[in-house]
Every structure is written in C-alpha cells, then in structure tokens.
C-alpha cells in the first residue's frame, strides 16, 4: 500500500476500529465511554432502515446523518477512507490473484439487495445489519476470532501451569497484561461464530473473481452512500479513460467497468490521481447534476425490489409459540416489536455481556430475530449491578440505564418447577437461587416446611417461592440452580416488562407473608 | 491510623501479649477470642490480632501467606456483604510486617469476579502494596483433594490455598439464608472449586468435613459493620448494623461461636457451628471461651 492520504486514513480508522473493539469490554469501570459503536452511529444504512423501521428519531445517530450529509457533498468517500473491511480487503487484495468479474453480479444487483432492505424495514423487519459491512466484520471478530484468540492464549496459560505449576507466576505480569489490554474476558464460544466467520471469508474471498467485489457489486452501505454519493460536487476530468493510457482501468479499485468512471462507484480514494502518468488526473469541484444519471434505478429494479421486501417481511414474522416463552431480551427492552425494529444485530452487546449472558438468536426467535441477542440464563445472567448492554448498544435498541433504573427493569420471570427442585422433589435443603437473588428484598425467599422425607420420615426443608412483584428476571437462579439435568428455576418472559415497583424494606409488603 | 497510634498500640499489645498468653495457658486447653472495639478499624485489627500474641505467632519471616475475606459479591463494602478493605488491608499490613515473602488474597466470588474485586474495596485496598498478590480466581488451579469426610468424600480446592504456609481466614459476619449465618467455617468456601451449589444439600457437614481438612491458622472476623437480614449478599443498608468489633482467635468454631452472639443467637442454634464442634475443630461453648476485651 502506497502512503497516500486515503491509504493513511484507511489505517488510522483500522486501527481506531480494533482499538474500540477491544475497549468494547467491562474493564475495570462501570462506564465504557468510547465503544465499538461508533462505527454504526455514522452509517447511514443503520439510520435509513432505523428511520424506515422504527419511523421515529434518535439523537444516537445524528453522525449518521451528518455521514449523510457530507456524501452528498464528496461523494462515497467513507468506502475509501473509512470502512475498516474495506481496508482489509485493500490490505490482501493484492495477495489474492484474480480470474474475471462474475459478469451476473453487474447491473443492478446491488439495488436487488438495497431496495428490499429498506422496503421491508418499512414493514417493520430490519434486516439491513445482515448485511451491514461493519456488522459483518464485527460478528465475525465477536463470535469467532476474538475468543479464539482468548481460547489460544488461555490454553496455553494452562498448558504453562500443568507444565512448570507455580513457576509459572513469574509470566504472571505479561500474561496479565495482553489479557487485560487484548484479550476477551471469557472465552465464549458463540452459536452462529462459524457461519459468521464464513461471511466475512466469503466477502474476503470474493476479492479473487475483481478488487473490491463485494463493495462495489454487494454491499448495501456501498450501494447507499454511492446513490447519495453521485450528487458530489466533485468531478473527475478526465471522465473517462484515455484513448493513448487506460491505467485508470487498472489503478481504480471500484469503477471503469464501462470505461467510464461512475460517481456512484467512485470512493475518492485518489489512486488515479496519484498514479496517472501524464498527471491529466483532477478531481473539481463543481455544481452541475447532469452526469448523476437517473434518480432512481430503472422501474423493474425499484418496484421490483420493494416488492421483494414487502414478501420478505411477511413471512418472517412466524415464530414457534414454545420458543417465545424463552425469548429473554437485553434489560430494558420492554417491547419485543420495538426492539426488532431497532437492533442492528452487530454483537456488541453480546461482546460487552459481563456474564456472557447473551448469545446470538440462530432459530429461536424467527428469521426477523436471525442475530439479534438472547439471555440464556443457563449460560450466565444479567449482573444485577451492570449496564453495559444499554452503554454500547449503537441504536438504544437496548435502553441506556442508569444503575437503579436497570436493576428495576424486567427481563422475565422466574418460574419454579416443582418436580425438579429438590426442597420440593427430593425433600432437602437447597435455596441456592435465594442466596444469588440479588434483589435487596430478595425474589426468592423460603419458608420452612414440615414435610415427609422420601425416607418416610417427617422433617423440615426450607421450600422456596418466588415473590414475582419483585422478580426482575435476571435468571441468576436458573443460572446457579446447582441440579445438572435441567433447572429447578426458570426465567421466562413475560408481555408486561414494566419495571418492578420501588422495593420497599418493610417485611410488611411481602404479600406472602401473612402465613 | 498514623504510625505514632500504630506503634503506640502495637507497643503496648506486645507488652500485654506475654501474659494474656500466659494467661491463656493458665487457663488450660480455654481457647481464647479477642474482640476489638473501636472506629479506627485498622487499629482494632490490629488490636485484636496483638491480643492473641501478635502476627509473629502465626506468620514466620519467608512464609507465603494466603488472607482469604469475603469479596465474592458485588456489593459496595458499607453493605455487609464482603469483609471490609481496611480490615484486610491491616491483616496483610501485619503478615508483611512479620515477615512474609508474600501475601496472597483472593476469594472464588459469586457474582462477576471482576466487579467483586473492584466494588468490594479489597483490589483498591491492596492496590501497590508490595509482595501482595490480589488474583481473580484461575480454574486451572483447583486440585482434587481427598477429604474422606462424611458427605464430602472428595472436592477441589484451591492450590494456592494448600501451599501456603499460612491460611488466615477474613470472614464478614452476616446472615444467611441457609445456614442462619456465615462466619468463619463457611468462608471456607471461597477456595472450594466444582459445583458448589451441591453442597448446599448438607452444608453443615460438607463444611465440617472440608475445615476438618483444611485448617484455618487464624480467623479473624469482621463485624465492623453486620449483615442481619437478606444475606449472604444482602444489598440494603437498612439491613446493616454497625458495631465496630473484630474478633480474632486461633479456633475458628469459638471464633464463630463468640460472633453468633452479636446476632442475638447461640451457638447451638447455628448447624454449622454445632457440626464443626461435634467433629472436635473447636470449642462452641461460651462458657469455656475465654474473650479478652481489648
């Protein structure tokens, strides 16, 4: 890669995207003010399907709208300058030889994938972070490769252990220091970390048939900022190639297919500029429309497309009754809809979760809720203290809490199973999940019990129920209910997440302690 | 505390040391519980370990020592749930100053271990201090341990708990759902590994059966300010009674025993304590505890 301004900004915004990455974490405090979020709060294919889908506004993504703004002033510079997977397959695309461009993915497949995203975020299913760039970069690092790394290094820390045991502490500060500044937490290992992983190769891999494939026949972002790039007040002289050069057809990553350099395509990167060499090259600024072509793509494509969004989003909708009952959002969300409108589906949620709680939807919530996050608490809960989730959520999706909010909000409600939990199947003592419950009051709550023991013998066992006025859901006692078939307890959801009531201390309010 | 308070009392502890042991031995096989009172909590820690002849009696100079308090909830420290910084600070304050090559604190925490070390103090507490070690808990550490106990026959415990050549036990005196409280027997559950939860299903006995294999050198319990409802992790202040004491003795049931009673219970009514006796750990018998004041 040659230094040029485009090339240098293209690796400080890499590196700023890495950095954010791996900020994107609980380190020490409970405020994460700079997170991978960033990214998404100035794409615009994240604020036109959010305006589409929620038809309302959020101040989270005024950068989107300046983004937008400033690409119809220069054009689709953030492919160029900015796009961190853009940068990545500049970074390998020369050590991938090519073959020819699939000639099916030219004319108007990219409007084929633009137009029935946003058109079936106006019926309500967002769908456009599936294939949103950065989205797709992201999960992949999330599910896959970031705990890979953690897996890899932890293992070997292990290995270290069983291999010299105690010596080993004197490794201690280095190991200690990539983990807290590289490395994830937990080491989670995500549902869906294949098939993500998979994507971004695809995308990457697509760079063997031209550069730049899936930029400039794919991507939706792409697509996007290149419609509203090509009313740019810049314009290339000379506009097309050269009848005595034609290196332009080779220097220019995205355009001069059709020997001519198309606006919409264009990413600024200034390569023809820089390595044209008569030095005919110039990029001037000037206020004339008449070369951006047609508003719209042609009639067939836009209706064509809208079309496809509209049967897209109805069909989607089906979801199996069983598994609703266990779809346990982030806290905060109260409205199931509302929250499909909104969430990108970028993982960074799930990535921040201090407990690993959350994990990708693959089947569980339908084809709207493909990605989107899920509490299982049977993997880890909600920390009764935390609110990460809602901090780097990029379209508050997830809320942003404070603290007292957060613990009152209602993920579910926890349920006992009484052929299951041992108090009451095995007659002996347990209350484990009273223990964890963190509710100053405590959910969870046990009264002793006079019963028959499976010896026959009569005893006493402290039984617990549940106090569901005051069960924010959490699921920390599914999580540590210590029985290893299923749980005694188990967090469902429920319709109605208004926030538990102001907990009050005297005894007095418990309704169930009359007895 | 300054340093003048600090040699003032250690001074005048060292002097008193050697007849209160003497004492203690007059007195037969009496095992013997310090109860310190005051605000300075340092100082009354320091107080209350002086009092049963100073860290010197339990920690020699190259000793790796392990300092084990409650910190497995993430909870702030006024809140009862995890013994309080200033009170581990001053116990590892004391191990270094009688010698030790290294202090080593940590607990298996319940909640986010991350969150526990920060919000209960401890981390911040300890934070520079030289030759102290305040690690989160690493897995790979937990060695299979043959108790031969009478519910436990085997469990995990953590290594750097069995190699240490002192393990001072930190409790926090609080309620507990299960075991009416949990002081000194039961913080022992901080360097157990697996799932923890079974236990539960005969806590009294597990936990006699692990501290009948795995001594507490000395137990030094935390009552500046007590858990009375709500716990072990508790959460409201309302639930918290301050009462500027830390007890400290060589026999972690009369240790227990004597803290049951800043709860209004007796020993007896506490199967943990009752179990641990029964197996011959220590004495619960008020009676035959010598407290010293101090």
Redesign the interface.
């Known amino acids: 890669m040659k230094r040029t301004p485009a090339r240098i900004s293209q690796l400080i915004f890499l590196a700023l995207f890495l950095i954010l990455f791996v900020r994107t974490e609980y380190r020490g405090r409970d405020e994460i003010n700079a997170a991978v979020n960033a990214f998404f709060r100035v794409d615009p294919l994240v604020l036109f399907s959010y305006l589409l889908a929620a038809k309302s506004w959020t101040w989270l993504l005024l950068p989107a709208v300046l983004m937008t703004l400033s690409t119809l002033a220069l054009g689709r510079f953030f492919c160029g300058w900015i796009c961190p997977l853009g940068t990545i397959l500049d970074l390998l695309t020369s050590r991938i030889r090519k073959t020819a461009p699939i000639r099916a993915l030219k004319g108007n497949t990219k409007y084929w994938l633009l137009l029935p995203l946003l058109s079936a975020s106006l019926f309500n299913l967002n769908l456009s972070g599936l294939l949103d760039p950065i989205a797709i970069l992201l999960r992949a690092l999330t599910f896959l490769l970031h705990p890979l790394m953690g897996l890899t290094a932890r293992e070997g820390w292990v290995a270290l252990y069983r291999l010299i045991g105690e010596r080993r502490d004197a490794l201690a500060p280095a190991y200690n220091l990539i983990r807290n500044t590289l490395l994830p937490f937990r080491d989670t290992i995500y549902p869906l970390a294949l098939l993500s992983a998979v994507i971004l190769l695809a995308v990457i891999a697509s760079e063997r048939f031209e550069t730049r494939n899936w930029c400039r026949n794919l991507c939706p972002l792409g697509t996007l900022l290149g419609w509203l790039g090509r009313f740019s007040i810049f314009k290339r002289l000379p506009t097309g190639l050269c009848a005595d050069c034609g290196a332009c057809r080779e220097l220019c990553p995205t355009s001069f297919d059709q020997g001519r350099l198309d606006k919409g395509e264009c990413v600024l990167c200034m390569e023809c500029l820089n390595g044209c060499p008569q030095g005919r090259v110039s990029f001037r600024p000037t206020l004339t429309w008449k070369e951006a072509g047609p508003l719209l793509p042609e009639r067939r494509v836009l209706l064509g497309g809208m079309a496809a969004g509209v049967l897209l989003a109805i069909p989607a909708r089906f979801r199996a009754p069983e598994q609703v009952s266990r779809l346990l959002r982030p806290p905060g969300v109260r409205s199931e809809d509302e929250f499909l409108k909104r969430c990108v589906r970028c993982g960074e949620c799930m990535k921040v979760c201090l407990k690993s709680a959350l994990y990708p939807a693959a089947w569980q919530a339908g084809i709207e809720g493909f990605y989107t996050p899920l509490l299982i608490p049977r993997l880890g809960y909600c920390e009764y203290n935390c609110t990460l989730c809602g901090q780097v959520c990029p379209t508050g999706a997830i809320p942003v809490l404070a603290v007292e909010t957060k613990r009152r909000e209602v993920i579910g409600k926890a349920v006992f199973d009484k052929n299951y939990c041992l108090p009451f199947a095995r007659k002996i003592d347990c209350i484990v999940c009273e223990e964890h419950c963190p509710i100053p009051e405590k959910a969870i709550r046990s009264r002793e019990t006079t019963v028959i023991g499976l010896d026959g013998v009569s005893k006493t066992v402290k039984e617990p129920y549940l106090v569901e006025e005051i069960c924010n859901g959490c699921g920390i006692c599914e999580n540590v209910c210590p029985l290893e078939t299923k749980a005694g307890i188990e967090v469902f959801a429920v319709k109605n997440r208004s926030p538990i009531s102001q907990i009050s201390a005297e005894p007095s309010a418990d309704p169930y302690s009359a007895q | 505390m300054d340093r003048r308070t600090f040699l003032k009392a250690s001074g005048a502890a060292s002097l008193l040391a050697p007849t209160l042991i003497r004492e203690a031995l007059a007195a037969g096989e009496q095992p013997l519980v310090a109860v310190a009172e005051g605000t300075d909590y340092p100082a009354i820690t320091r107080k209350a370990i002086n009092a049963l002849g100073g860290m010197k009696r339990f920690v020699k100079a190259g000793d790796v020592v392990v300092v084990k308090p409650n910190m497995g909830w993430?909870r702030s420290s006024e809140l009862a749930a995890n013994t309080h910084p200033q009170v581990v600070r001053a116990v590892v304050e004391e191990c270094l100053a009688a010698g030790a090559k290294k202090v080593k604190v940590f607990d298996y925490t319940?909640?986010?271990s991350?969150?526990c070390y920060?919000?209960s103090g401890i981390e911040g507490a300890l934070k520079g201090m030289k030759n102290v070690e305040c690690?989160q808990i690493?897995p790979?550490?937990f060695r299979k341990v043959t108790l031969n106990g009478r519910f436990l026959k085997e469990w995990e415990l953590y290594d750097e708990a069995l190699?240490a050549n002192v393990y001072i036990n930190v409790p926090v005196a609080k309620h507990?759902?299960?075991s009416k409280l949990t002081l000194g027997l039961k913080n022992i559950m901080g360097i157990m590994g697996g799932?923890?939860?079974?236990i539960?299903?005969?806590?009294d006995v597990a936990l006699a059966d692990v501290n009948a294999h795995f001594k507490s050198h000395l137990t030094i319990i935390d009552a500046t300010r007590i858990l009375t409802a709500?716990g072990?992790?508790?959460?409201?202040i309302?639930?918290v009674k301050v009462l500027n004491k830390v007890i400290a003795s060589v026999d972690v049931v009369a240790a227990d025993a004597f803290a049951t009673t800043l709860f209004g219970l007796k020993p007896a009514d506490i199967p943990v304590t009752v179990a641990a006796h029964k197996r011959g750990l220590g004495e619960m018998d008020l009676g035959k505890i010598r407290v010293v004041k101090v």
């Open positions: 993430d319940c909640n986010d991350r969150r920060v919000n690690k690493e790979e550490r190699t507990h759902g299960l799932n923890r939860g079974y539960h299903r005969s806590l709500h072990p992790q508790g959460g409201n309302a639930d």
